[in-house]
């Protein structure tokens, strides 16, 4: 029974990708591209990652301190 609900799911997944894949508008970021606004996007995305990774770095290092406490 397992089995054939995995089998379900996959061919529903399956259909549901390609009718989304079938639009003939163009991708969204061909149009933030064509506009700019594509390295808003991507300036964005890198100072949140950035932010992440300093946060992570300083909760790091009181940690460490912590333990040698």
Known sequence: MNKIIRLVFLLFTTFISKSIFAQSSPAPSDL???NGKIYVVVL?????????????????????????E
């Open 32 to 34: 933030m591209h064509s």
């Open 44 to 68: 964005v995305v890198l100072v949140i990652l950035s932010g992440l990774f300093i946060y992570l770095i300083n909760l790091d290092r009181k940690i460490s301190r912590l333990e040698k």
